[in-house]
């Protein structure tokens, strides 16, 4: 999907669906950056930095957080926090760490990745996960973390079954991370607090630059020693940052004016989604839009490249990809309730469809 997806550098208006990813910081983020109070991270100097942390920290219920550059980069520190050389960690086979982290576990960690299948709510069956823990047997790998992600594909994940396989972890003297990219999503859909959705969680990482509308950075948590581990691990990974409180007041800023706003993009998704799903040859299936995410499987034919004809209309979409010709809207930030005719017009005027 990521290899189609146009690449844009004007600074033009439009509408893009790509990710949530897209945005730009607002004035009032340039305003928190210009005025960050700074100092040499890794000497843990810098006030905004640790003020970040301690605010991801407390929202996530945990003892203690660390800034790191990216949501790959968070993952893959609570990796190599919990797992060594010939341990491996169970996750879902479609899920980021598994499949859109260039293989980070493996390549850097010595962490044998293994794969499961989701099942129809996108996440992992506590049931599986107990049958996929290898018995200690010196034929196999150490089963050592489990790894969750909420949201996956804009659904918020069954809390109970969360629950569940925390507690199948647990009794098999394994961790549990979830990859929370996007937990803020599942916070407002949910209507329960993030430190709820992670109590059973061992790390959790959050990233800031998705929804929450800041261009860099995610907060790992967990207990102080994991955390105190991450640092030589993030230093390890070229992560430790100097004078970083200017990135670090767009967290704090997205932390205090973005989080509660995530609903009108859930709306947004919604309203889009429904009107699409009007259109002959686009198939979506609604219950699965819970957030901010529009995944659309085109039966249709449409008149030559979807992303073209959007981008002459103004709009930036990826190209539909696989067996089911799919793409994804994103909603976000930068795109307005106002953008949604837009949008439903470019796609009824690709397939020729009368609206
Ligand atoms: C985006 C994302 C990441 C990685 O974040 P980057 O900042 O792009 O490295 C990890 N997990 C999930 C679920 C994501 O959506």
Same mark, same amino acid.
């Given at each position: 999907?990521?290899?189609?997806?146009?690449?844009?550098?004007?600074?033009?208006?439009?509408?893009?669906?790509?990710?949530?990813?897209?945005?730009?910081?607002?004035?009032?983020?340039?305003?928190?950056?210009?005025?960050?109070?700074?100092?040499?991270?890794?000497?843990?100097?810098?006030?905004?930095?640790?003020?970040?942390?301690?605010?991801?920290?407390?929202?996530?219920?945990?003892?203690?957080?660390?800034?790191?550059?990216?949501?790959?980069?968070?993952?893959?520190?609570?990796?190599?926090?919990?797992?060594? &050389?010939?341990?491996?960690?169970? *996750? #879902?086979?479609?899920?980021?760490?598994?499949? /859109?982290? !260039?293989? %980070?576990?493996?390549? $850097?960690?010595?962490?044998?990745?293994?794969?499961?299948?989701?099942?129809?709510?996108?996440?992992?069956?506590?049931?599986?996960?107990?049958?996929?823990?290898?018995?200690?047997?010196?034929?196999?790998?150490?089963?050592?973390?489990?790894?969750?992600?909420?949201?996956?594909?804009?659904?918020?994940?069954?809390?109970?079954?969360?629950?569940?396989?925390?507690?199948?972890?647990?009794?098999?003297?394994?961790?549990?991370?979830?990859?929370?990219?996007?937990?803020?999503?599942?916070?407002?859909?949910?209507?329960?607090?993030?430190?709820?959705?992670?109590?059973?969680?061992?790390?959790?990482?959050?990233?800031?630059?998705?929804?929450?509308?800041?261009?860099?950075?995610?907060?790992?948590?967990?207990?102080?020693?994991?955390?105190?581990?991450?640092? &030589?691990?993030?230093?390890?990974? *070229? #992560?430790?940052?100097?004078?970083?409180?200017? /990135?670090? !007041?767009? %967290?704090?800023?997205? $932390?205090?004016?973005?989080?509660?706003?995530?609903?009108?993009?859930?709306?947004?998704?919604?309203?889009?989604?429904?009107?699409?799903?009007?259109?002959?040859?686009?198939?979506?299936?609604?219950?699965?839009?819970?957030?901010?995410?529009?995944?659309?499987?085109?039966?249709?034919?449409?008149?030559?490249?979807?992303?073209?004809?959007?981008?002459?209309?103004?709009?930036?979409?990826?190209?539909?990809?696989?067996?089911?010709?799919?793409?994804?809207?994103?909603?976000?930030?930068?795109?307005?309730?106002?953008?949604?005719?837009?949008?439903?017009?470019?796609?009824?005027?690709?397939?020729?469809?009368?609206?």
């Amino acid at each position: 999907m990521y290899a189609s997806m146009p690449k844009v550098t004007t600074s033009n208006r439009l509408i893009d669906l790509r990710s949530d990813t897209v945005t730009r910081p607002t004035a009032g983020m340039r305003e928190a950056m210009a005025n960050a109070e700074v100092g040499d991270d890794v000497f843990g100097d810098d006030p905004t930095v640790s003020a970040l942390e301690e605010s991801v920290a407390d929202l996530l219920g945990k003892e203690a957080g660390i800034f790191v550059s990216s949501g790959t980069q968070s993952n893959l520190t609570a990796l190599l926090c919990h797992c060594g &050389r010939g341990d491996e960690y169970i *996750g #879902g086979v479609n899920y980021h760490i598994s499949s /859109l982290e !260039a293989g %980070g576990a493996a390549v $850097l960690g010595g962490i044998s990745p293994r794969h499961l299948q989701l099942n129809e709510k996108g996440g992992l069956n506590a049931a599986d996960v107990e049958g996929a823990i290898q018995a200690d047997d010196p034929h196999y790998a150490v089963s050592k973390l489990v790894c969750v992600e909420n949201t996956y594909s804009g659904m918020v994940m069954d809390q109970d079954e969360i629950q569940r396989t925390a507690t199948v972890a647990h009794a098999n003297n394994m961790k549990l991370h979830i990859d929370g990219a996007r937990l803020m999503n599942a916070v407002v859909k949910s209507g329960t607090p993030a430190a709820d959705l992670v109590e059973c969680a061992d790390s959790v990482s959050l990233c800031l630059s998705k929804g929450l509308g800041a261009p860099i950075g995610s907060v790992l948590c967990g207990p102080k020693d994991l955390i105190r581990q991450a640092h &030589r691990v993030r230093k390890l990974l *070229g #992560g430790g940052m100097r004078q970083v409180g200017v /990135l670090a !007041a767009c %967290g704090l800023y997205a $932390l205090q004016h973005n989080i509660d706003r995530l609903a009108e993009d859930h709306a947004n998704a919604w309203t889009m989604a429904q009107r699409l799903a009007e259109i002959p040859g686009l198939e979506i299936e609604l219950d699965k839009v819970q957030t901010n995410m529009v995944w659309i499987d085109i039966a249709g034919e449409g008149k030559g490249s979807l992303s073209e004809h959007m981008l002459a209309r103004g709009m930036i979409t990826t190209e539909p990809f696989g067996a089911k010709r799919t793409t994804r809207l994103v909603a976000h930030l930068d795109f307005e309730t106002a953008d949604i005719d837009q949008v439903v017009d470019g796609f009824a005027s690709w397939l020729g469809a009368s609206k």
